[in-house]
């Protein structure tokens, strides 16, 4: 040891039987040795000759127990044990290659185990449990600096201690036996600390310790599995006898075999001499017969390679290492970490699972701080899915927020082994462990499925819809299979993410098959495909061709007298404001349009770009002086149609991926963009993704250790293999010298019975195999390969010829038959002229690739892409003159219609998309927008009934629909919300399958439709309800107001009244005319007030609603609801109630133009009266015509004077709505 070094721990004090004695300055010495850890060198010198002076054990930890009652010195002495006991991978980084580092980093970690030892003490734990115990006891607001670094630093030590690895040369100790592990732990239980930990994992004020407190319980449990602390305590169960039995059976009869093989070895008379034998068949190096010179007994275990050296394989082709086997701990220690996960799950394990993932997603830990997260996740749901499982202790982790979670830390695992591979085995361990959480969370779905309660069913069920949903989920177990790669993945790993395959697959088929129509989410790659040059049209730009279109351009020039059409000039832009192409760059582009246009033979178009052009690029004259003359103008654009412009490259043609058709096409492919999408789920189709070589081979690979494996192990693979073999009819794809191999291996070993199922299956699949070979002579050469689906498919139907040799054969009548159809319709303009000849062929079971084949075969088409299916949409561009004539007819009969553009696409003769009908509507100028081709929706809300039944409201109307502008009874606000209505239906029926949201119906509806909702719901005592709904609309708006932007708010009713008001049917039924969103899913509990309606709006409903709540309590209005009389009426009662409704209705015209006039005559006698308010005229307009010059309407206050004053005299019950709604009376129905 350095002098200086063994001075200072001298200077500590020195231990004197059990009494240790400090000196003067061991404080001084203690604060010495921390500086000489500061400066020590990368062979970590100092550690080690501390190590060997066994500081921490004679000096260090009887200071902390006899003198912890010195807070400085015990502070400084847990500063140096935590630096001393730091992991030796953190001091050297990783595990040394060199030789001599590595030799550095054993020492180190040799004198770790020798602290741990040390440690394993109770009175050790005590001290820091007595300590951590004070420190906790005081509140967070009285803690200073200090006390959180002290505590801190104890977790750590303890999580130091737990962290050193276990020697195993040393500890050579059989299960259920106390290691140096096991007797830590229980001086952990034994003082106390345990509670400690569970105390900071569930206090709210202690959540900053959160990720050291996971920490600790892992390495804890580091030599624990879930199965061996469940069964702790209790006898072993029938099934685990069974199992037990079961592998005893099997090594007992390998034993017999072995012992009858040996007694058949054995011959009746001994030969003590060896002898020499010439085997027959089997050829030695040269052309001689092999001469084999051992015992005649042994040679059925003789091969060519005996003798020789064994080949070293090299280290980027090892297998990887397995990792560390669990032991099973001693019997009390079981029991006390048994009682700590019931403890830990019961009262910690949803807040700290919920404080640590916060912070991961955060990032507020350190680097891989979430193995632990994972650990923690697959341990403890493990436990609590053996012992009497109960969902709600794992609440929080189960979600789709934690499968989402797990799925991108797979990825983000799998992508990293593959970069960085000098950490690959780190990234690997890391990778198993998520899949671990992944697999556990699988099979806690899979046990609340199993559950008698209808809530946790429900629940199971939502979360297996969403990740049965999403591709990515479905999907993961093929991508993990098909990557799997030995040399980094453990067996261990395989055998994970074979029984998780296994799980999902039955979870999954299931599920399906409880479901008749299953959609799912589907994502297909759109891929570029490069068709090379385009070849001009034959003619395109010969000198004949271009004076042909320019005679034609000149003609349209002319004829239209060089002026264009405002609707026309306004659309054309002629650059791209979006594109990334600098502006100046784009006018290469721009004279590029105008020379397609003028090609196009679209000449007012090519004239209206080149003057648009001309205005953003002026400079250098390029597309003409500003005073150009139409003359000019005319010779630039000829200039221009014969000019050779630079083109781009034309645009690429975007194909979805698809194996219909484009088998007979060779075009390079690079990958563009993503199309999600949703299609019908069929569990088949799903099964026939793993008929691949690449998932096979690692089932076959873990089929290997059969011998080894679990019985659930072979049986998961099994599955998947007869799945393969029997479901998909796919047995071909095990068509393998390997695997026949190992089917031998399987039969012939004498434990055969043990594994009924293995057995089984290698016999049907060599049975299928030898069939297979009596009728393909080559069968036996396919063994020596791995097959994919063409060639398995080849292999059993028939290889090329031969396959097209076994389809049926066409007859010379059928031949004749296509070349006198082809003949008759190749000059007919059909798109698809093989769609047309299939219906037509005399043999119904002919499909389109077999026509063509023949077609080509028969010479009658040169290749088969002459054949190819045209693409969707329409192929018309252009529009002829006619066509545009018919287009404005058809405008001008159903522009009055109820639905413009859907009746013109019907009458139209050529058939175009609606979008392109819109777009040529509006070039035309015949309508400025696009909403005005908006389908109107009809307004009435209640439909009529029985003509004797009709009441007041319906008859009035009757008398006002045969008016065709439903918009003159409304505002002109009103008519600008229903219009923004259309625009919103229009984009809900495009977005197919989207949520739908109730619209947020017009005030002047809105008192129309829910006045009598109103009453009706106040006569049964529901005024503070309705009151407390104004309330909530009132603040929703204020609240509005003030932040600026808009979110859903809930209404949570906060007394008895109001929760018995929002169970009611009749008040949901007032919240839904409000435009009140319900609950949307069982996540959701409340009715919300939706984002898109407006403060103002929200105002509006609250005093309409408070008006309709005062009137029904003044009673101001009377009410008469019109019910159905119980006996039928006469026609002479019907006729006179339709003339007293009819002199009403005059009555009430005359009374609101003269209250008109009157109002119109005082506007223009003073100034000072039109600044009173004018609500009289707001949002209502009067109705220019020429028989009736005196037609107008007022407004809803107005109406209701006069409608009281009507309803008084002619003594005629009315409705409430009816006061709110808007009359235009034509003088003829007067």
């Known amino acids: 040891m350095n002098c200086e070094l063994l001075a200072t721990c001298s200077a500590l004090g020195y231990l004197e039987g059990d009494t240790y004695h400090k000196e003067a300055d061991c404080l001084e010495s203690v604060k010495d040795l921390i500086r000489f850890l500061r400066y020590e060198d990368d062979t970590r010198d100092v550690r080690q000759q501390l190590g060997e002076g066994h500081i921490v054990e004679h000096d260090l930890l009887p200071i902390i127990t006899q003198h912890g009652h010195d807070k400085t010195l015990f502070d400084a002495c847990l500063r140096l044990m935590v630096n001393l006991t730091q992991p030796a991978i953190l ?30 003490t109770e009175k ?71 509670d ?110 005996v003798g020789k050296a064994v080949r070293r394989v090299p280290r980027r082709n090892r297998q990887a290492p397995e990792f560390v086997a669990k032991r099973r701990s001693a019997l009390n220690v079981r029991l006390f970490l048994r009682e700590f996960c019931l403890d830990f799950l019961e009262n910690c394990y949803n807040r700290l699972m919920y404080i640590v993932k916060e912070s991961l997603i955060r990032e507020e830990s350190q680097e891989h701080d979430e193995t632990y997260y994972l650990w923690a996740l697959s341990f403890f749901m493990a436990f609590n899915r053996g012992n009497n499982f109960r969902a709600d202790l794992v609440s929080e982790t189960m979600s789709t ?104 697959l039955r979870m999954l088929e299931r599920f399906s098959k409880g479901r008749r129509n299953l959609v799912v989410q589907k994502k297909r790659v759109k891929r570029k495909k490069s068709r090379g040059e385009k070849k001009q049209p034959v003619g395109g730009r010969t000198p004949e061709a271009l004076a042909d279109i320019w005679k034609i351009v000149e003609g349209q020039l002319k004829g239209i007298k060089f002026q264009l ?249 059928e031949e004749q038959e296509l070349r006198t159809l082809y003949e008759e319709h190749r000059h007919s303009e059909v798109p698809d002229i093989v769609e047309t000849l299939l219906p037509l062929l005399s043999n119904s079971t002919r499909i389109r690739r077999q026509v063509v084949t023949q077609l080509v075969r028969m010479g009658l088409v040169d290749s088969a892409k002459e054949l190819k299916k045209p693409k969707k949409g329409t192929a018309i561009v252009l529009w002829t003159e006619d066509q545009e004539e018919e287009l404005q007819m058809l405008y001008e009969e159903y522009k009055d219609s109820d639905d413009v553009l859907g009746n013109i696409l019907k009458k139209l003769t050529a058939k175009r998309s609606r979008a392109r009908v819109v777009d040529k509507l509006l070039s035309m100028g015949l309508v400025s927008e696009r909403r005005e081709l908006y389908k109107k929706r009809s307004r009435s809300s209640h439909p009529k009934t029985s003509a004797t039944q009709i009441s007041e409201e319906e008859f009035i109307a009757g008398l006002t629909e045969d008016f065709p502008d439903e918009s003159l009874n409304r505002g002109e606000d009103e008519s600008e919300e229903s219009e923004e209505d259309d625009e919103e239906e229009m984009k809900e029926k495009q977005n197919a399958g989207s949520r739908t949201e109730q619209s947020f119906v017009s005030e002047g509806e809105q008192r129309t ?27 929703a708006a204020k609240a509005r107001e003030d932040d600026g932007f808009s979110q859903a708010a809930p209404l949570v009713p906060l007394s008895e009244t109001c929760e018995d008001a929002m169970e009611d049917k009749s008040f949901h039924k007032l919240l839904r005319k409000l435009g009140m969103q319900a609950p949307a899913n069982e996540q959701e509990t409340f009715w919300r007030i939706p984002a898109k309606i407006s403060p103002s709006q929200l105002r509006r409903v609250a005093a309409s609603l408070s008006q309709n709540l005062d009137e029904s309590k003044g009673e101001k209005v009377l009410v008469e609801e019109v019910s159905p009389p119980e006996e039928p009426q006469s026609e002479a009662s019907d006729s006179q109630r339709e003339n007293a409704l009819k002199e009403l209705l005059v009555a009430r015209k005359r009374k609101r133009l003269s209250n008109k006039d009157e109002a119109h005559q005082d506007m223009e006698g003073a100034d000072s009266s039109f600044e009173r308010p004018q609500e009289m005229f707001k949002g209502s307009r009067v109705l220019d015509d020429e028989e009736a010059e005196d037609d107008g309407f007022s407004t809803a206050p107005e109406m209701e004077k006069n409608s009281e004053a009507d309803s008084d005299e002619e003594n005629i019950s009315a409705p409430v709505k009816r006061r709110r709604k808007m009359l235009v009376i034509d003088d003829e129905d007067d």
């Open 91 to 120: 001091c050297f980084g990783k595990v040394p290659d060199d030789p001599m580092f590595r030799h550095h980093f054993l020492k180190v970690t040799s004198h770790l185990q020798a602290y741990k030892e040390a440690f394993a």
């Open 565 to 813: 059409s405002e609707s026309l000039t306004e659309h054309i832009v002629p650059f791209d404001a979006a594109s990334e192409t600098p502006l100046e760059e784009q006018r290469t582009e721009a004279m590029v349009r105008v020379q397609d246009a003028l090609q196009a033979q679209l000449g007012p178009e090519a004239l209206g770009l080149l003057r648009a052009a001309r205005e953003v690029w002026p400079e250098g004259d390029v597309f003409g002086s500003t005073d150009v003359v139409p003359e000019e103008e005319l010779e630039l654009l000829k200039q221009i149609l014969h000019a050779e412009l630079p083109r781009s490259a034309p645009p690429e043609t975007q194909i979805e991926e698809d194996d219909e058709d484009g088998a007979e096409l060779e075009e390079e492919e690079e990958l563009e963009a993503v199309q999600v999408s949703e299609t019908e789920f069929k569990f088949l189709d799903f099964i026939k993704k793993f008929a691949n070589p690449s998932i096979v081979r690692p089932y076959l690979l873990l089929l290997k250790s059969y011998s080894t494996n679990t019985p659930h192990t072979n049986h998961c693979i099994v599955r998947m293999l007869h799945r393969v073999a029997f479901d998909l009819k796919m047995d071909a794809l095990l068509y393998q010298l390997s695997v026949f191999h190992l089917f031998n291996k399987i039969l012939s070993d004498a434990a055969a019975s043990s594994y009924k199922e293995l057995v089984t299956f290698a016999k049907y699949v060599l049975s299928r195999f030898f069939s297979l070979a009596a009728t393909n002579n080559k069968a036996y050469v396919e063994l020596l390969f791995w097959k994919n689906v063409g060639a398995v498919r080849e292999m059993t139907e028939g290889y090329g010829k031969d396959r097209v040799e076994n389809m049926a054969a066409w007859t010379e009548e």
């Open 1009 to 1035: 439709n829910f006045g009598g909702m109103v009453t009706a719901l106040h006569e049964r005592g529901m005024s503070e309800a309705l009151g407390w709904l104004q309330r909530c609309l009132d603040r």
């Open 196 to 305: 400690l930990v569970k105390f900071l994992a569930s206090a709210q004020s202690e959540q900053q310790w959160s990720m050291h407190v996971l920490e600790i319980i892992s390495l804890m449990f580091r030599d624990q599995t879930p199965d061996i602390l469940v069964s702790a305590g209790h006898a072993r169960s029938a099934e685990e006898k069974q199992r037990d039995a079961s592998e005893l059976e099997g090594l007992r009869q390998r034993e017999q075999a072995e012992k009858r093989s040996r007694t058949l070895q054995r011959g009746n008379r001994h030969s003590r001499f060896g002898g020499s034998f010439v085997v027959k068949g089997l050829k030695a190096i040269g052309d001689n017969d092999l001469i084999y010179h051992r015992n005649v007994n042994n040679f059925k275990n003789y091969t060519h390679d």
């Open 124 to 194: 050790v734990f005590g001290i820091l449990s007595e300590t951590l115990y004070n420190l906790l006891q005081m509140e967070w607001e009285q803690r200073q600096e200090e006390d959180n670094l002290l505590i801190e630093r104890i977790l750590m030590l303890v999580r130091n201690v737990l962290h050193v690895p276990a020697d195993p040369l040393e500890e050579k100790k059989v299960d259920d036996d106390a290691s140096v592990h096991d007797r830590l732990l229980w001086a952990i239980h034994m003082s106390g600390f345990d």
């Open 401 to 504: 927020r934690t499968f989402h979670f797990m799925e991108r830390n797979i990825t983000n695992y799998y992508e990293m082994l593959l970069t960085d591979r000098k950490e690959a085995t780190s990234w690997s361990r890391r990778m198993h462990l998520a899949l671990k959480a992944y697999q556990e969370l699988l099979m806690t779905v899979n046990e609340m499925d199993r559950s008698q309660d209808e809530s946790i069913l429900h629940s199971a069920n939502v979360i297996k819809s969403n990740i049965f949903y999403l591709m990515e989920y479905r999907e993961i177990f093929l991508t993990l299979l098909r990557k799997y790669d030995g040399t980094t993945q453990p067996r261990s790993y395989l055998k994970d993410l074979v029984e998780s395959t296994h799980l999902f």
